[in-house]
């Protein structure tokens, strides 16, 4: 998996993926202080269909990028209640996985994967452990 952190640029609102706290921004040049409270990992399980689409990802139905077929990434946050959904295309069915960052429970596992329908897909994601995650 990516050794990168994502954050979203605090001034231009740039999704970046940086490798340390204070790497600047690729769009405006911000020094991206990444918080430390806590560690949001997000997973997509792989698909044999290899879909090519990247899911959207949302925080608190604030977009956070995309997350392609298999990978993985960490989202550093501070302590507060989350709520994850991610988005194929233009749908936005998905079954949200709702996770707490607390002093005593500072990492945060998700995993979504894809439920198929008759007519439409819904993607479902749900909070998991560790080690459910891919390998570093
Ligand atoms: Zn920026």
Sequence with gaps: MSQ?????????????DI???????TKCKTPLI????????LYRMGNPLGMAVGFGVYL????MG????AESIRIPVGYGHYK????QGMSRKCQAAEVDITPENRFAY??????????????VAEQT????MPPL
């Design 34 to 41: 990444l918080p430390e409270e806590g560690v949001l990992q």
């Design 110 to 123: 998700v995993k979504v994967h894809i439920k198929p329908g008759f007519f439409t897909n819904t993607l």
């Design 129 to 132: 452990t560790a080690d459910q």
């Design 84 to 87: 994850v959904t991610f988005s």
């Design 4 to 16: 990168l952190l994502r954050i979203k640029c605090p001034s231009c609102g740039q999704v970046v």
């Design 19 to 25: 490798q340390a706290s204070g790497a600047p921004c």
């Design 66 to 69: 995309h997350l392609a077929n």
């Design 60 to 63: 608190n139905d604030i977009p």
